[in-house]
């Protein structure tokens, strides 16, 4: 009877240790220890027409001819339809588009990269879009279903150095962990790039496949590889404070705004520097490069300050 007795006080002892185990953990990953010092996310605000009027003509052509983007699709053989809509559409907008696939497909070109596993194949991408960009030192990162106006996402990071680590798009937290929002788009600069490349030698500080009891998504181990190396999530904004990088759609959004204030729907919905939207079909997609490249009320002139030349021998809108 003792014996059952302490039995039982062992398993309880033992499950109450193995709860606050699994607790600990689901706040932990590697390298996420908090400090006073810690960088936490800030905000990557676009420039503002007043700051652009303070350039002359020369300095904004420089600037507009610097800023080039390498943009990174991650796509699957079995969603076809929606790789050649990304590549008919804002895909022609990036100076440079590569598509990374997990495995080879006739339809249309891409980097074959034999992954299966997520993480592993976006590792894989990065490090060959670090070693194929040439002079561009800019990098998109997004998936398929992902809308991007490049246009937009130039004019914010109009200003910034590249050779300084920026790692860009819609900052979220989990935990202690701040990461950037995958289906929204992430922004790498070539400093943030080079870094990252650097870190993907170190198994036990970015190791190519995951050894915890839980599986992170790559987003969240994109993040805790940066922050080894000093790159730290940014949540990029227009000058109103209102996000660029939106995880739904336009339809999604527009409805969210006429619920909260069916009185000003547009103003509620987005900002009109928006860079992306998330969960596009392909409909939606050509319907979004009318609406942006397109479509022009008569009569009135658009005079921007900036513009931002398709890449030489483009077929862009």
């Known amino acids: 009877m003792l014996s059952e007795g302490s039995s039982f006080v062992k398993g309880i002892a033992l499950g109450g240790t193995f709860c606050l185990l699994l607790s600990l953990l689901g706040s932990f990953a590697p390298g996420m220890q908090s400090s006073p010092e810690d960088h936490h996310h800030h905000h990557i605000k676009a420039p503002t027409k007043d700051e652009l009027q303070s350039l002359s003509d020369s300095q904004m052509v420089e600037l507009s001819q610097r800023v080039r983007v390498y943009c990174v699709i991650m796509v699957q053989p079995s969603v076809l339809v929606y790789w050649s809509t990304a590549k008919d559409t804002w895909g022609k907008h990036c100076d440079q588009a590569v598509f990374y696939s997990s495995e080879s497909a006739k339809a249309l070109e891409a ?4 992954e299966q596993d997520e993480w592993a194949k976006l590792r894989k991408a990065l490090k060959h879009a670090y070693d194929n960009a040439g002079d561009l030192r800019w990098f998109f990162v997004a998936r398929p279903t992902t809308f991007a106006i490049i246009e937009n996402l130039k004019y914010l990071i109009l200003a910034k150095d590249p050779n300084e680590p920026f790692y860009i798009g819609h900052a979220m937290k989990s935990g202690e962990l701040e990461y950037v929002e995958y289906q929204s788009g992430i ?3 070539y400093e943030a790039l080079k870094r990252l490349v650097n870190v993907f030698k170190d198994e036990e500080k970015c190791p190519e496949r995951g ?3 839980w599986k992170l998504s790559e987003e969240k181990q994109l993040a805790i590889c940066l922050k080894y190396t000093g790159v730290f999530a940014e949540n990029g904004e227009d000058t109103q404070g209102k996000g660029l990088f939106n995880s739904k759609s336009v339809g999604s959004l527009i409805q969210d705004s006429m619920n909260k204030n069916n009185l000003d729907v547009v103003e509620g919905c987005c900002s009109d520097l928006a860079i992306t939207f998330s969960g596009m079909s392909p409909n939606q997609m050509q319907v979004m490069m ?5 479509l022009r009320p008569y009569g009135h002139n658009f005079h921007d300050s900036l513009i931002f030349l398709p890449p030489e021998g483009s077929d862009n809108d």
Do not use: K, T
């Open 111 to 114: 980097v074959d990269l034999n």
């Open 187 to 189: 922004v790498l600069s």
């Open 211 to 213: 050894r915890a009891l």
């Open 290 to 294: 009318f609406g942006v490249y397109r």
